[in-house]
Structures are given as C-alpha cells and as structure tokens.
C-alpha cells in the first residue's frame, strides 16, 4: 500500500485512491489501467504512462478426471514457464504456488531439478497466478494458499514476502494469513527471519527423512543445514512465533518408509509443537524411486501413532495430469 500511496502521490493523485486500484486490480482484475472506470481519466493517463497492468499468458492446462486437481502452465512475459496448481478439497480450494523459475537445490526426486535454476519471479509474478486462476474459475472462492510449487520461497524472501502482504490486505486479496502456507526445503536463514515477521502465515519443512545420510543425498540443502541445525531453528520458531511447524514427508519405497525410518522420525520431532504430513511418492518418468505399498505406508504411520506424533498420510492429487512439482514443465520443454 504505501508504494502505490507514493505512486499516486507523483501522478497527483488523492491517497485513498489506493484502495480503488487495489479492488480493481485483485477483486475484479482488469486489463489495463482505462478500465478502471472510477479513477478520474486524468488519472488514468497520469498513471497509463508510467505503468502497465500485468498478466500471464496460459501455455497449458490439465484436469485431473481423478480429483479435480487443475494445474497451469503459465508463460511469462520473457518466454519462461512456470506452473501452478488448484487443489479442490471439501472446504477448501487452494492455489500452489510457484516463486521461481527453475530450482537451484537439486532435491532427488523432484521434477524441477532436471531444469535447474533461471531467476526469482517478481511480485507481480508471483500475484498473477492466483489473478489467472480466479479469472478461470470466476464462481470460485480460493481460500487457501501454499508457496510449495516451483522454486524455493526463501531464495525469493522479499518478492515472497511483498506477495503475502498483499495476499493478506483486506483491500486486495483478503486472504487469511493462516490460510498461507511458505514451505521450505531447510533454508534455516530463511526460518530465522519469517520468525521476526510476526504474520501468522504457515511454515512448512520439507523433512523427508530423520537420517543426515539419508536426507542428504535426497536434498543436498541437508550438507550445508544439516538436520541439527534444522531442528534447532524449527525449534526456536515455534518458541519465539508460538505456532507449530509443518514436517513434509514423501515417502518412497525402500528408501525412508520402513518402521526403522518412523521410530527415527519420531524421535526426531518428541516434544515438538508439530504435526507430519507423510504422502507416497509421485512417480516422475526415469525416476529410480518407487511409492511404497499400502502395507508400508501403513506401518509406518502406526509407529508415529503409538509415539504421539501427530500425523497424517496423504494420497497425492493428479496422478493423471503431471500434477508433481516441475512435471508439466519438464514434460512441455521436452517437445
């Protein structure tokens, strides 16, 4: 808000004018600044010459005939591409994601990885992928959103941060700040700096294993934050924000699913303020890892219950569409 106040300020504007263009252009987005019918039209000139409205132009889309699942394949303003997902559940309808092009930590079986990194998103970005969404699903009422797509949030900190403010201010997207959800792959600077943010927003970890071996070779992050100093943060955000941290757990067959993977896992996390979300492997073509069986996954959660660790398995969402992070993408710059 206090940026577009300035803008106004130099196009001789009136302050509370601010809330008028954030209306237009996160409630019912338009196209171009004329369109914004209760400015004066000196204004709009005013503000026509020095800025632009943004947009996205749509590369792909696919819908899962399983669950609803929607992921977009949008195209930047420089040819790059990106994804982001709709997730329909009962009483909820979340948008995942991206802040990235590309991905610059390599985790083993993520799709994003084969591509690897090419620039942060803007702001801007970063806000016309739930402006594209809902202009494609105009009766829809996006409730929920989590940065777990492309990229990782914290490498994007500023730009991510600006997008959750405005996704938040009860004049644009009025989206609750604890229907926001930033995950990271263990970017402890990251961790250390949301704590002083005072929002209300979500953390989410990716975890994906309890073992520094293990981990390691999953998420190469690990060498450099390793699991005692990723616990150590995760600890003192929840004492300092007084919030519990999310653990995401991709469990893959043969790999960190067996009943000894829980009971480190387990240990890992005794005492904490913490739930786990565990949900099977999204094969990716040329992958070596497998989805563990039914047995497996139900095992394992067992051990986490007689533990008391607070979790929940589950199902990934569009099997049938490339749904995993980087799939479509990957899939798309193939061709």
């Known amino acids: 808000m206090p940026e577009l106040e300035e803008a106004l300020r130099q196009a001789k504007g009136e302050s509370y004018r601010a809330k008028q263009i954030l209306r237009w252009l996160y409630r019912t987005p338009v196209q171009a600044i004329e369109e914004m019918k209760d400015l004066p039209a000196d204004l709009r000139r005013s503000l026509d010459e020095k800025f632009r409205v943004s947009g996205l132009e749509t590369a792909d889309m696919r819908r899962s005939v399983m669950d609803g699942t929607t992921k977009y394949l949008f195209m930047l303003e420089d040819g790059n591409m990106i994804e982001t997902v709709l997730l329909l559940e009962k009483a909820r309808n979340t948008v995942c994601l991206s802040s990235q092009v590309g991905c610059k930590y390599s985790c083993a ?37 989590v940065f777990m797509g492309i990229g990782e949030p914290f490498d994007n900190y500023d730009n991510v941060m600006r997008a ?47 073992d520094d071996g293990i981990r390691s070779k999953l998420l190469p992050v690990n060498s450099r934050y390793p699991l005692s100093m990723l616990m150590k943060a995760c600890r003192d955000y929840i004492k300092e924000t007084n919030r519990i941290v999310t ?22 996390l005794k005492g904490m303020k913490c739930k786990v979300n565990a949900i099977s492997y999204n094969k990716i073509p040329g992958s070596p890892y497998e989805e563990p069986s039914e047995k497996e996954v139900g095992l394992f959660m067992k051990v986490l219950e007689a533990h008391k660790v607070n979790a929940m398995h589950r199902k990934p969402k569009g099997d049938d569409i490339d749904a995993g992070c980087g799939q479509l993408r ?3 710059m193939k061709k």
Do not use: W
């Open 330 to 332: 990957i899939s798309r």
């Open 109 to 145: 079986f993520c799709a994003s990885a084969a591509l690897g990194f090419i620039r942060n998103l803007t702001q801007s970005e970063i806000l016309d992928q739930v402006i594209s969404i809902r202009c494609a699903n105009p009766s829809m009422n996006i409730t929920n959103l």
């Open 247 to 268: 653990f995401e757990y991709v469990l893959i067959k043969g790999v960190n699913s067996s009943k000894d993977d829980a009971m480190k896992l387990s240990t890992l």
């Open 164 to 210: 959750i403010r405005i996704f938040n201010d009860k004049n644009a997207f009025n989206i609750g700040a604890r229907k926001i959800t930033v995950s990271t792959c263990g970017v402890v600077p990251g961790i250390e700096k949301l704590k002083k943010e005072r929002l209300q927003i979500e953390l989410s970890v990716s975890l994906h294993s309890a």
